[in-house]
């Protein structure tokens, strides 16, 4: 049985705690820059092109907090070393999302939550190619989609609180829901044995319990 939402939470403050400066910071630095980019209308091609590379960046830096490895600030800008497969699983991501967008909003929903996992199955292992990603990402949310919907109104709901703060708040919100999400990624992660064919190779996907 998977760790509740609320102890994810929990952990998530645990692991954040004595590094609060270094997440709000990175974040911020983070936010600054996607949302300069996003700004300038003749830079919006620049925000797409660099939003694969930096969301891979904040997985990186998110799982290290997460898991209490060595942290650094740079990590955000470590998904540029990537930045090919970055961008291709990016833009294939919007592309999956919106496609179900066009139906429905509520498919285009759950579109979302099932490739919400894919940069950081791609900061575990870069050697994935982007659709392996995205579709590993989509095996491991299966049955835990509403689990992350929930955890997400959570932090939806805490985000409403942080508007009262004249938007202070986020520079909190922002970092704890980011570890929190490398939380519940860890949770529910699994191990993909590759059995290999003449003709290709299969991903069997066996559980592993999370170690938290």
């Known amino acids: 049985m998977k760790t509740d939402n609320i102890v994810l939470m929990r952990m998530a403050r645990e692991s954040l705690r004595g590094r609060w400066g270094l997440a709000i910071g990175t974040f911020l630095v983070y936010s600054l820059i996607m949302g300069a980019f996003g700004a300038i209308p003749k830079a919006s091609i620049i925000s797409l092109l660099i939003a694969g590379s930096m969301a ?11 898991r209490g490895k060595e942290a650094r600030l740079e990590q955000i800008f470590e998904g540029f070393q990537l930045f090919g497969k970055a961008l291709v699983t990016y833009l294939l991501m919007i592309l999956f999302v919106v496609l179900w967008l066009l139906l429905l909003i509520i498919p285009g929903i759950i579109a979302a939550l099932s490739y919400s996992m894919t940069f950081y199955i791609l900061a575990d292992d870069n050697s994935l190619q982007p659709r392996q990603a995205l579709d590993r990402s989509k095996q491991m949310m299966d049955g ?34 980011n570890i929190a999400s490398a939380k519940f990624y860890d949770d529910i992660k699994e191990k993909a044995v590759v059995v290999s064919f003449g003709f290709g190779k299969i991903y069997l ?8």
Not at 205 to 212: G, P, R, T, Y
């Open 205 to 212: 996907v066996s559980e592993v319990h999370s170690l938290d």
């Open 144 to 177: 835990y989609k509403w689990k992350l919907f929930y955890l997400c109104l959570r932090f939806f709901l805490l985000a409403l609180l942080c508007i009262l703060t004249l938007g202070i708040g986020f520079l909190w919100l922002i970092p704890y829901a």
């Open 56 to 66: 891979l960046g904040v997985a990186m830096f998110s799982l290290s907090i997460s």
